[in-house]
């Protein structure tokens, strides 16, 4: 995972969906990178816990919760209790991908994004393991979290990319 350039701007898809968060609940952002996501949901009211393998980035972001761990050595999962939000983007490990939706309060939203197939002939990444296969995002979602919106694309901007992004919700129990 590659450290994200702290002035880089917050993903489009993140910034729209970000609402779907209940006011002022606590979100957990995935390989926060740079901390573009963790600054974007601060200033906008949330709490967060940010979980990268290198946090040297992220160490003068004010009010969010650091935590330096590497998700993908099986270790046990470094934070407790459940979260209103994850926000994922340009990160796929698919054992954590599975567990992400029982990590959702009830009423708490998924917002994830990241490169899919046909990637490949973009540049990197290129190898399938880092690679949505198509429907991957709803198959995860599937029974467990109620979609508010999908997408499966080819964009230009800010360079040619193939994506998938969901946007979720784990519905309340009434």
Same mark, same amino acid.
């Given at each position: 995972?590659?450290?994200?350039?702290?002035?880089?701007?917050?993903?489009?898809?993140?910034?729209?969906?970000?609402?779907? @968060?209940?006011? #002022?609940?606590?979100?957990?952002? @995935?390989?926060?990178?740079? #901390?573009?996501?963790?600054?974007?949901?601060?200033?906008?009211?949330?709490?967060?816990?940010?979980?990268?393998?290198?946090?040297?980035?992220?160490?003068?972001?004010?009010?969010?919760?650091?935590?330096?761990?590497?998700?993908?050595?099986?270790?046990?999962?470094?934070?407790?209790?459940?979260?209103?939000?994850?926000?994922?983007?340009?990160?796929?490990?698919?054992?954590?991908?599975?567990?992400?939706?029982?990590?959702?309060?009830?009423?708490?939203? /998924?917002?994830?994004?990241?490169?899919?197939?046909?990637?490949?002939?973009?540049?990197?990444?290129?190898? +399938?393991?880092? /690679?949505?296969?198509? #429907? =991957?995002?709803?198959?995860?979602?599937?029974?467990?979290?109620?979609?508010?919106?999908? =997408?499966?694309?080819?964009?230009?901007? +800010?360079?040619?990319?193939?994506?998938?992004?969901?946007?979720?919700?784990?519905?309340?129990?009434?």
């Amino acid at each position: 995972m590659a450290a994200h350039d702290r002035a880089a701007a917050p993903s489009p898809w993140i910034e729209r969906h970000l609402g779907l @968060v209940r006011a #002022g609940g606590r979100i957990l952002d @995935v390989a926060a990178g740079g #901390g573009r996501h963790t600054q974007l949901a601060i200033a906008r009211g949330y709490r967060v816990v940010a979980i990268d393998r290198d946090v040297a980035a992220l160490a003068g972001i004010p009010s969010a919760e650091i935590v330096a761990h590497d998700l993908e050595v099986g270790a046990p999962w470094p934070s407790s209790g459940s979260f209103d939000g994850i926000v994922v983007t340009n990160y796929l490990f698919r054992p954590l991908l599975a567990a992400l939706p029982g990590l959702l309060a009830p009423g708490g939203a /998924l917002l994830y994004e990241t490169f899919a197939r046909g990637n490949e002939r973009f540049g990197k990444p290129s190898n +399938p393991d880092f /690679l949505l296969r198509p #429907g =991957e995002l709803l198959d995860v979602v599937r029974g467990r979290l109620r979609v508010i919106a999908y =997408e499966d694309l080819t964009v230009t901007d +800010p360079r040619p990319a193939c994506v998938q992004r969901i946007a979720a919700v784990r519905e309340t129990i009434v």
